[in-house]
C-alpha cells in the first residue's frame, strides 16, 4: 500500500512533443505528490509538485494531472526539448504529526527526447 | 548558496571493508534524509534526522550500517562491512523543514564494492 508505480519505465518522444508519464498509488492518505527530476551524475531535484486539492498544477511546460478518485497522478511535458532528456521520479507522502512524512519515490521513467 | 555536498563523490572498496560518506546539508536546513539508489531504481530512504535525532531509522540495516549528525548539521554514514549488495548511489538530501517537504539532494557517492 505504500508503493508508487510509475510507468513507462521509458520514453522516447520527438523534440515539440508531449510527453506523458503516469503513477499510481494505493494509500488514500497521501497528500503530497512532487515531481523530480535527474540528469546523469547528479542527485533529484524537485520539478514540480501537487495536494490533492487541485486536479492540475502548471509551471512553464510542465503540467501535474491529479485524478483522486482514480488515485493517479501524471506529469505532462509539453514542447518537449532534447534538455529534457532525464530520468524522472513520482513520490508521494502522507502530512502527519506536524510533518511531511517520508516520500515514497516511483521507479523512474527514461525520456529521450530526439532532435 | 551552496547546495548539497557530499563526498566522496565515487569509490571502489572490497568487500568486507568499512566505508564512510559525508554529507553537508545546505545551510539552516534542520532536515536531513540519507538514500539508497540502485541503478535504474528510485531513492530509498534509509534515515531522516531533524536536527540531532534520528527521527526515522526504519529502513536502515543496523547490523552494518549506522549513521551520525553532529551538532545538527553534517552527517556521516558508515557501513561495516561492505558487501558486494551494497554497490549503489548514497544520496543525501535537506530541507528547511520536515513540513515544506522540498527536498534538496546531493550529487550522491557512487560505491562499488568489489
Known amino acids: 500500500q505504500q508503493q508508487v508505480k510509475q510507468s513507462p519505465q521509458s520514453l522516447i518522444v520527438q523534440k515539440g512533443g508531449i510527453s506523458i508519464i503516469n503513477c499510481a498509488y494505493e494509500?488514500?492518505?497521501?497528500?503530497?505528490f512532487p515531481w523530480y527530476q535527474q540528469f546523469p551524475g547528479k542527485g533529484p531535484a524537485l520539478l514540480i509538485a501537487i495536494r490533492p486539492d487541485v486536479s492540475e498544477k502548471k509551471e512553464g511546460r510542465f503540467t501535474i494531472s491529479f485524478n483522486k478518485s482514480a488515485k493517479q497522478f501524471s506529469l505532462h511535458i509539453m514542447d518537449s526539448q532534447p534538455g529534457d532528456s532525464a530520468t524522472y521520479f513520482c513520490?508521494?507522502?502522507?502530512?502527519?504529526?506536524?510533518?511531511?512524512?517520508?516520500?515514497?519515490f516511483g521507479k523512474g521513467t527514461k525520456l529521450s527526447v530526439k532532435p | 548558496e551552496a547546495g548539497v555536498v557530499q563526498s566522496p563523490r565515487y569509490k571502489i572498496i572490497e568487500k568486507k571493508q568499512p566505508v564512510a560518506f559525508w554529507c553537508n546539508p545546505i545551510?539552516?536546513?534542520?532536515?536531513l534524509y540519507w538514500y539508497l539508489q540502485n541503478l535504474g531504481q528510485g531513492p530509498e530512504l534509509l534515515i531522516r534526522y531533524e536536527n540531532e535525532e534520528a527521527v526515522d531509522d526504519s529502513q536502515l540495516p543496523k547490523d552494518r550500517f549506522s549513521a551520525e549528525r553532529l551538532k545538527g548539521v553534517d552527517s556521516t554514514l558508515k557501513i561495516q562491512p561492505a558487501e558486494l549488495g551494497d554497490s549503489a548511489v548514497y544520496l543525501c538530501?535537506?530541507?528547511?523543514?520536515?513540513?515544506?517537504?522540498?527536498?534538496?539532494f546531493g550529487p550522491g557517492t557512487r560505491l562499488t564494492v568489489l
Open positions: 494509500n488514500t492518505a497521501f497528500d503530497y
Open positions: 513520490a508521494a507522502s502522507v502530512y502527519y504529526g506536524g510533518s511531511q512524512g517520508n516520500l515514497i
Open positions: 538530501a535537506s530541507s528547511l523543514w520536515a513540513r515544506d517537504n522540498e527536498q534538496f
Open positions: 545551510s539552516g536546513h534542520n532536515t
